[in-house]
């Protein structure tokens, strides 16, 4: 059982909470490389080509694809580029290139970056700098694979030079996949990364608002806050760029009718005075002076004359009128004697003027003249739109009103003639032509807003669910991509494929998304499953042959459909159970589909085009996180496409009350909001003296040291046993000894860490060391929950206790009081006076047990009592001896903090993904249904990724950085990306203890 990391919101912030709005952008750009995206500007004279900085923020999408994030200048002559993971500073005569070993492949979350060019700086290493999320990369630390420092005062190739800069592209193309926000450019300054950002109370990077001046070419890019427009700039400079294919509005944007003679309108033909009538269908070419009643109006049109149409869009009918007299005694109310019908209604239709009229005008009132027929409601006006070419509310020759005429129920509209008379002129409706647009910005950004959730979609700014290129799983021989920023999953006609999104909901709170469709349902067909699986089921789940089917996993719940029935279904973890949901109900590719999730009552609703599908017929697990996901079965001819929208653009139909948009924000708050008060590692060199190891923010209940560096035993201390006692770990008879009094190995714990002695083990000259720590509380207290007494340290905020016990006298089976107040997940137990294994339980061991000093695979059905919320079931089997002490460290999920689970190895370097609901701080993996090591990795001996630096509990080996152990951690979890025995071998189980930096709702997702 896990904790529930949430409290209310009210006795307990997180960033983005609380009173007042937060700084930082509300919306970001989506670049999609097959649209051909990228904005551009031509520099004017630079303040300083010598002295510039560069600022912004970027979402990954893609990792395969080299990405311009930004050029200068024509060829390669100067960028930003992520490619394939490296990120890179070039600039001719410079070059800052991070090494493999420096990837950044986190598409759930934002980088912030900041390059700085100060070629005038004396000393060489400051003249191009590099920072990603607040810190620098130095060549010092090994950062860069390539390193080359400009001479002094040299311009870094066309950076900031009187010719055409780029975003997402160079000069010849070459566009990418991401999305970007706050973007800025100082010209004349070599600025730092805190001018953009700074650290919160908890350590995380945060935006902050840059109040310096810009320079000649400075600008402030992708500001939605203050203005509406992609290329605008906000600084004050109006140092606009040019958007191509790319928009920050959906819609269409009609073609003028042109200045010739067209007769392709529902109108009026002015060769005359009085005028024909023009009754043109867009899917025919019908002169429409042939029409029933005539090919003369009868009357002279004049100056203030108000122009009438009535469309009743069902009916497909529309008449026309002058003046509130409808001709050819046409009467819209009634619906009799139209002036035309049977049009096609699949077109979009706009009032326009054509022909070569030098004074014909036309203006759409902002208010009807007349009252409008019975049932038809009135459209027009400035506060609609306005004229495409003259960009106000009268139109003349060759024009066409903006939007497009609403297609449902009955419209009304006027038009005032309001200009002369000269022949020709054709007006009406009319549809020469349009482009599409949609709008590509976007309510993802990196940081979460306190915006009104009120379940329409795109009003709240956070960090928002895509499709997670980490979990696409395909079959074998199958095909599938994701694109459009992640939000759409396309597959092909034939295999499997998986993916799943990026945010976990829970525990707790009530989320939405929707999911719609491209392609061609066939009608009998239910080859997807959609639906909500625990994080935890996940990573664990295999079918063997076929992995992508995740509606099987442990507890997941999901609907598939035809086009007239659905069936729900609830995952077993090796099959399925399968029920019909709705006999009478499914959905085709114009649908879509709403997933209501309800954690608070543990509720799961599907909706369709905005009505419920029913009561489903399975329920989540209370106190579980879960994420959504989706399942391609493409057997046949069927949608090759699913589009998330999670509700960073408006959805299509309202969530239902109290629901609210799959970002961040909408997480329950972590009762932790910072890892490193309860968990952390610390680094240092020994000294073959005493030393203090500071640093850490709480005082330290159980530390674990081990060399890096030479090949020794590891050292465990605890506040309850005391400082001075010590137990090896290792597989041989020193791992096996019992307690020993060392007065040269740990010697306190301290408030901010710990005090060493000069023991050559965990303090030698010239080797380096890790101390991993865990807060355990301040106070040891006496617990008799159990049968046999015990002496308990617990943090039962962080799902950790230490607890010291005898076994009893005889030997039997008998419990102890752990105090954690729920049921451990974790507990290893070691004989302090008789030695012998350490004996672990592991929840995802069922009753079997394992050792965590050897790297034997899961041995016997020893535990056969579950734990429960106060006391711990130890056998008589693994009793060492009568009356002798034991310890036990016992652990606990805590949501944001904590993350104990298994997962099932595929035997590739595109492994499974943990979604953990954090970034973490500490991995510890042991395969169970086979031999091999157990394997810790941290983030402060390796903070970047890969991270290969292993250090094997039962080994007395030095840290190993081999290919064999490469994994990612990421914002929200951890990426397997190698193949070994030890951690990723295909089809075996791997045990797994996670703990955290950072929450992942509280960073509002900053990558690493």
Known sequence: MSIPGNINQLLIGAAGSGGGDVVGPIKSVRFNSPDSQYLNRSFGTALSRTLFTVSFWVKRVDFDQAVYLMTAGTGTNGYITLDAGQLRFWGVQGDLKTGTDRLFRDASSWYHIVMVADTSNASSDERMRMYVNGVRLTNANGD???YTMPNLDDALGDWNYTGTHYINRLSSGNYGNFYMTDHYFIDGQALQASDFGEFDSNGIWKPKLYEGTYGSNGYHLFDFAN??????????????????????????????????????FIGYYLNANPPIFLAFDPSGSNRGDSVSHGTNTGTTLALNDVLQWAIDWSAGKIWLGRNNTWYASGDPAGGTNPSASSFDTSYNYYLGIGYDSTDFQLEVPSSATYTPPSGFTYWGGATISTWLNSGSDTGDADDIFKTAIPKSGK????????????????FG???????????????????????????????VSSNYATWNPLTLRLASGSTASLAKGNLHFKTTNTGYAVVVATTPMGPGGKYYCELSFEGTKAAATNYAWFGIAPSKSIPAYTSGSNDVDLQRSLNALSMSASKTNSRASQGTGSGQNEVDFNASLGYDEDDVIGIGVDLDNDILTFYKNGSSFGTFPYTPESGETYCFFCVDWANGADIDNYILNAGQQTFAYPAPSGFKALCTNSIPDSTITNGSKHFDSALYSGNSSTQTITGLEFEPSFVYLKSRSAATYGILHDAVRTATKALYMGQSSTGLAAEVTLTDSLTSFNSDGFSLGSRSIINYTGRTYVGWAWNAGTSTVTNNDGSQTSQVRANTTAGFSIATFDTPDPSAQFTYGHGLGVAPEVVIHKNRDGGGNWYTYHESLGQKYINWNDNNQEATSEFTVAPTSTVFTYPSSLIVGAAQGMVAYSFASVAGFSFIGYYTG?????GPFINCGFRPAWCMTKSMSAGGDWQIWDSKREPFNYNANTIATNTTAAEQDTGGYKIDFVSNGIKFRMYGSSSNADGVTYLYLIFAENPFKLNGGISV
């Open 144 to 146: 860069f694979v390539n």
């Open 227 to 264: 203005v509406t427009d992609i290329g605008s700039d906000s600084s004050g400079n109006g140092n606009n760029w040019t958007a191509n294919n790319i928009s920050s509005v959906t819609g269409t944007t009609p073609d003028a009718p042109g200045n010739g003679y067209s007769d392709n």
């Open 906 to 910: 595929d035997g590739s370097n595109d």
């Open 429 to 459: 409706l009319c549809n020469f032509g349009e482009t599409t647009t949609v709008d590509d910005t976007f309510r993802d950004v990196c940081v979460n807003h306190n915006h009104e959730d009120t379940g329409v979609g795109g009003e």
């Open 411 to 426: 419209t009304y509209i006027e038009a005032k003639i309001v200009g002369g008379f000269t022949l020709y002129a054709t």
